[in-house]
């Protein structure tokens, strides 16, 4: 995974900070508005209303995703099935709703963009790029997507 043409995105300090779930930019999904993409995400792993409200209405991104991250509450059922096509969604959302950051991916060409997440092996490209990287793919689909209309 080193190669030239890949964009590598993570901290809000990186130069791609706004492909990061945490960046602020908010979306409106189902009538509700949430301030960041990780803020719909993690709300989404519960159809327990009163948390999914506690975590839209967390003040930053990082306490939306510590929420999400408890197991005091049961996740749903479907959560591996799902979370792929809500994020997309989710994802798809942003960048449509946001002139700068859809700008921004529609710079990068065709680089491959990886979410450069050193402890996720899911989301991120993992400590050594081993990982399945799903984050960085759906930004490359959701690229595709706003570039065929």
């Known amino acids: 995974m080193d190669n030239p043409d890949t964009i590598y995105f993570y901290a809000q300090t990186d130069p791609y900070a706004e492909f990061s779930n945490f960046a602020p930019y908010g979306v409106e ?4 508005y949430w301030r960041t993409v990780e803020h719909y995400f993690q709300a ?7 948390y999914r409200e ?6 930053k991104p990082k306490d939306a995703k510590a929420l999400g991250m408890t197991r005091h509450l049961p996740i ?6 799902v979370k792929d ?12 709703t946001h002139p700068a950051p859809r700008a921004l991916l529609l710079a990068t060409g065709d680089a491959d963009i990886v979410e450069n997440a050193p402890m996720d092996y899911y989301w991120g490209g993992g400590q050594d790029g081993t990982g399945l990287n799903k984050l960085g793919r759906i930004l490359m689909r959701v690229r595709s997507d706003l570039r065929a209309g």
């Open 29 to 32: 999904m189902e009538g509700t």
């Open 44 to 50: 989404m792993k519960f159809h327990d209303a009163a």
């Open 54 to 59: 506690r975590i839209r209405t967390a003040s």
């Open 76 to 81: 749903r059922p479907d959560w591996d099935a």
């Open 85 to 96: 096509g809500i994020m997309y969604t989710a994802v798809s959302r942003k960048f449509r």
